[in-house]
């Protein structure tokens, strides 16, 4: 099972991630959207799925928003009311939007062998926030202490800071069991992130890494939007590509077969997120292709 994995620092776990519905369809929407995507999900050959929590990451630049910001369902609800699949969840939240007293009423419904939980904290010191990183990991250890506990890695900060590594030791103290990071196009970022915790004398956890498909110019600018670092010499091989979303899904295979191999050499267990948050049939059908191909590089002895 998918928590016995996390718990147990297992390499190649596979997940795959979604989006909840806008919160402002009605029933019978949300019912045909989560009719497609149980189909979907329970046609997969993977450890579990991720619910994302979406917050508004505008406070983290001055640069406009490529796509409009929409609140989603509740990630919890719509996993339980909604989508009934038996494929374990991992649950995100994103802390900062929640009271105290609310939090509390979250992760107290949230208990339960089939969830693990992913706490987000605010994009960016300018964003105002009612609960913090730190607050809500005492929160979490008062209220459901056996919940599965995984915290967000950004190789990106580790290229401008070199201190992730640091960052993922910390939390791992303060409770996590396993880290996700946000989507990987630069293999460099994140090997060289491999390469310093690899060295640290301390407990090793699973690192999870998004890759996710880019299906448009305009995705790829929204990417980068989100602080997603692209090469130049990648972004240019992608504009330049006859097919942008298959040329993406190459890139990422590319980049997962070489972390995984680097990774296992280094002593640390990676697995992979495959990212479908699009609502475009073939960028859907990308996300499998995807998928499918990771499964068969982790199912390779190499």
Request: glycine share 4%; no cysteine; hydrophobic share 40%.
């Given at each position: 099972m998918l928590i016995e994995k996390l718990k147990s620092n297992q390499a190649g776990i596979l997940l795959y991630g979604l989006t909840p519905p806008k919160s402002n369809l009605d029933n019978d929407e949300i019912k045909r959207i989560s009719s497609l995507q149980k189909d979907r999900i329970n046609s997969l050959q993977i450890d579990g799925i991720i619910l994302y929590d979406l917050q508004d990451e505008s406070a983290r630049t001055s640069q406009k928003r490529?796509?409009?910001?929409?609140?989603?369902?509740?990630?919890?609800?719509?996993?339980?009311?909604?989508?009934?699949?038996?494929?374990?969840?991992?649950?995100?939240?994103?802390?900062g939007k929640y009271k105290s007293d609310e939090f509390s009423d979250v992760?107290?419904?949230c208990k339960g062998s089939n969830f693990a939980t992913v706490f987000v904290g605010a994009s960016s010191?300018?964003?105002?926030?009612?609960?913090?990183l730190d607050e809500a990991y005492r929160i979490k250890e008062r209220i459901a202490p056996n919940l599965a506990l995984g915290g967000i890695c950004i190789p990106e900060r580790h290229a401008s800071k070199a201190n992730e590594h640091l960052k993922v030791a910390s939390k791992t103290s303060q409770g996590c069991e396993f880290f996700i990071t946000q989507a990987v196009y630069n293999v460099e970022n994140a090997k060289n992130f491999i390469d310093d915790y690899a060295k640290m004398g301390v407990k090793k956890v699973p690192i999870i890494f998004t890759f996710t498909p880019c299906g448009s110019l305009k995705t790829l600018e929204f990417?980068?939007?989100?602080?997603?670092?692209?090469?130049?010499?990648?972004?240019?091989?992608?504009?330049?590509?006859?097919?942008?979303?298959?040329?993406?899904?190459s890139l990422s295979l590319e980049m997962f077969e070489f972390l995984y191999k680097y990774s296992q050499a280094?002593?640390?267990?990676?697995?992979?997120?495959?990212?479908s948050i699009s609502t475009r049939k073939v960028e859907i059908q990308a996300s499998i292709e995807l998928l499918n191909g990771i499964k068969k590089i982790i199912d390779k002895k190499f």
């Open positions: 490529t796509f409009e910001f929409i609140h989603t369902i509740d990630p919890y609800v719509y996993y339980t009311d909604f989508l009934h699949v038996t494929k374990p969840a991992i649950i995100y939240r994103a802390v992760l107290t419904r010191k300018n964003q105002n926030v009612n609960l913090k990417m980068k939007w989100l602080g997603i670092s692209v090469p130049p010499f990648l972004e240019t091989r992608l504009k330049n590509s006859v097919d942008i979303l298959q040329s993406s899904v280094k002593g640390v267990s990676i697995g992979a997120n495959v990212e």
